[in-house]
């Protein structure tokens, strides 16, 4: 593509960028933009840091070791507000992925439910209310994984159970656990099941552990996923460098759009500099063939992951609202209308993701609420 633009940004205020990302297959953006050289095309020096869990990558970032980070669509909010133990003000102005996610089952939790051969088996209403059926023969409560409290994977969770009439508060546990320790727990009988980011599903079908017994795509086709966040403070220090990492990000995120470059994709997260996982676990979510039961039961779901196609980048401020009002039960209290909005446009900033996407050619919505 044409990028004679470059030569008329401001400069870097800071080159050098430690930038933090989890082990997951959205994580591809990131790792892919290095591997492309899409960072040095930007006059960026990025050093990638793979954690283990959100609650670290939020607090290295807050801490500076961190410039810039993949985080969860709803933390950097959360953050904001101080509603996660810590308050400090992150904003972001790129939506890296869309999608993504799964709800597994223990293979013992699943083969106890009655569902009938003849009806979609991993249809979320079919599946949620054989599983309150099971509840209700049992009286016993359920304990589920989640990733963090203020994620979407909560949301999915907790709107899956409600879906067969569960009470998320009361009729189930839900725990958090960082993604990595999501399989084992299921093996060990610590959970009951989980909703995690890929590649951990496909993991704990493949171990026989786990059935996926719904994703995400089901439950809430577009959500957003993962952003590209920053200290508030850091992008006013460096606004340059924020806008030369976006253009990266969206390059990157609009090569991985293309189905065609997913298998090289794979090939460069499976190495041990990166994901360091077998390309067979990552396969399934990224070509969009995933395993609900090992060795069966396949299903097609393309916009499984979702990197840029249908303005996925784009911050949409509307679900950045409707996000704060489903975590009402979390909060404790009702967030009034007007703070949420402040909230919202401060954390989800439209402009800066405009302000990239104009110098690539790419058009994006001009309100900054779905209709």
């Known amino acids: 593509m044409n990028r004679t633009f470059i030569n008329k940004l401001s400069p870097a205020e800071r080159p050098d960028i430690n930038l933090g990302y989890m ?46 980070s993949q985080m969860l669509a709803p933390m950097g909010m959360a953050t904001t507000l101080g509603a996660a133990g810590i308050r400090a003000p992150i904003i972001s102005g790129l939506v890296l992925s869309l999608n993504g996610n799964g709800i597994t089952l223990s293979s013992s939790l699943w083969n106890k439910l009655q569902i009938d051969s003849s009806a979609d088996t991993y249809d979320p209403i079919i599946s949620a209310c054989a599983l309150k059926s099971e509840i209700d023969k049992t009286g016993r409560q359920l304990t589920f994984a989640s990733v963090h409290n203020f994620s979407t994977h909560t949301l999915l969770l907790r709107r899956w159970l409600e879906l067969g009439g569960i009470d998320p508060d009361q009729d189930a546990r839900i725990i958090v656990l960082p993604p990595e320790q999501m399989v084992d727990s299921l093996a ?16 704990a079908v493949e171990y026989g552990a786990g059935v996926l017994a719904t994703t995400g795509v089901r439950l809430w086709n577009g959500a957003p996923e993962k952003v590209l966040a920053v200290m508030e403070a850091w992008h006013s220090s460096n606004p340059g460098t924020h806008l030369r990492l976006r253009l990266a990000l969206m390059e990157a995120c609009r090569w991985m ?28 979510s990224l070509t969009g063939q995933l395993f609900h039961q090992r060795a069966h039961d396949r299903s ?6 979702v990197f840029n196609n249908l303005n996925a980048g784009f911050p949409w401020r509307s679900d950045a609202e409707s996000m704060i009002k489903q975590f009402t039960p979390l909060l404790g209290k009702q967030i009034d209308a007007e703070k949420t909005r402040s909230l919202v446009q401060r954390c989800y900033r439209t402009d800066l993701y405009r302000e990239a996407a104009q110098l690539l050619n790419i058009d994006c919505p001009n309100t900054d609420y779905r209709g």
């Open 23 to 68: 082990r997951l297959s959205d994580s591809a953006p990131i790792i892919l933009a290095q591997e492309l050289g899409l960072y040095s095309d930007y006059g960026l020096n990025v050093s990638l840091h793979r954690e283990v869990s959100w609650a670290n990558i939020r607090d290295k970032m807050i801490a500076g070791a961190f410039d810039a």
């Open 188 to 203: 060990q009988g610590v959970i009951d099941g989980f909703c995690v980011g890929e590649p951990w599903n496909s993991i």
């Open 257 to 284: 759009a293309d189905m065609n470059n997913r298998e090289q994709a794979i090939e460069i997260l499976s190495q041990p500099a990166y994901l360091d996982l077998p390309v067979e676990y990552l396969r399934p």
């Open 300 to 305: 097609e779901q393309i916009n499984f992951h």
